[in-house]
């Protein structure tokens, strides 16, 4: 039996970050896909929010909710007991210091979460706060944060002037104050990320932000082309799932069809007398 790998904890990520060590996350939404990240030897598996537009079809993540959150945290822990889970806390879940905390402690407690993860900096920071010192090890995420999207007018990059880009950096330096051990950074350029990286001790991660962030996420049903409706320019295609999943259906479906499926090989047999029995059990049923 393969010896168990150590679980990143959160004292990790700082130190990791020091060492200049990088750390490998893939947003991971259900157990199939768990039981590969552990496989792998991924270092943090992300439970997002985003599985409400991979998994359910929804245009955007804010439908998603906590009880949902709760149910895939569960199935991921399962099938990646050797991941750092970080899950993801749902639009409107933090709404006040006192929603964010229970939520928070709902998702540690019930999810099985080693970390969970919000949205948004300065205006935010008080809510952080009270998680944090609530005794649930948090996150943030700064740049282009999904649940503000109808702000921005759709899934826009941030960041683009240096005005904006100091915003950013502001953001990155509050969430470090109030207490999170780390956040995320999302589609920002990349000199953008360097510098809001630059700018905090604490652990970041990024997400079409370039190469400077200690970790770096992508969703895992995009970079193995499950999910392959639309993909964003960060994305890099390591698996095509989806056409082959596609293939093996449509070769199942004609074999049904054409009678070739299921065969001898894979249908279940019965022994010659047992068999005989039958029929002569039938025969006299039928008189």
């Known amino acids: 039996m393969a010896e168990e790998r150590k679980k990143l904890t959160v004292p990790d990520l700082a130190l990791r970050k020091k060492a200049g060590e990088k750390v490998v996350m893939a947003s991971i939404p259900d ?8 496989r792998a030897g991924i270092d943090i598996a ?3 929010d985003s599985l409400g ?5 929804f245009p955007n993540t804010l439908p998603v909710t906590i009880d949902m959150m709760i149910a895939h945290a569960q199935a991921v822990r399962r099938g990646a007991p050797n991941c750092m889970i970080m899950v993801s806390m749902t639009y409107g879940s933090y709404a006040t210091p006192d ?17 969970v993860k919000m949205q948004g900096g300065k205006e935010k920071a008080h809510i952080i706060r009270a998680i944090a010192d609530a005794g649930v090890p948090v996150m943030s995420h700064v740049g282009m944060c999904p649940h503000f999207m109808h702000q921005y007018g759709g899934f826009k990059l941030q960041g683009r002037t240096a005005a904006q880009a100091m915003r950013i950096i502001e ?7 109030a207490g999170a051990v780390g956040f995320e950074i999302e589609a920002v350029p990349a000199p953008v990320a360097k510098a809001v990286d630059d700018a905090v001790k604490i652990f970041t991660f990024g997400i079409g932000a370039g190469p400077a962030s200690c970790g770096q996420l992508l969703l895992a049903f995009d970079l193995l082309g499950v999910f392959d409706q639309f993909k964003p320019k960060f994305t890099k295609r390591y698996a095509q799932i ?4 596609v293939d093996a259906l449509k070769r199942y479906a004609a074999e049904v069809r054409e009678g070739k499926f299921p065969d001898a090989d894979h249908s279940y047999g019965m022994k010659p007398e047992e068999q005989e029995q039958l029929a002569k059990l039938i025969t006299q049923h039928r008189r």
């Open 46 to 48: 992300a439970v997002g």
């Open 171 to 177: 953001d990155g330096i509050a969430i470090e104050e």
């Open 31 to 38: 157990y199939p896909s768990a039981v590969w990240a552990e």
């Open 242 to 245: 989806s056409e082959v999943a």
């Open 53 to 57: 537009m991979v998994s359910y079809g």
């Open 99 to 115: 929603l964010g905390v229970a939520n928070a402690v709902r998702l540690m407690k019930e999810g099985g979460a080693d970390v």
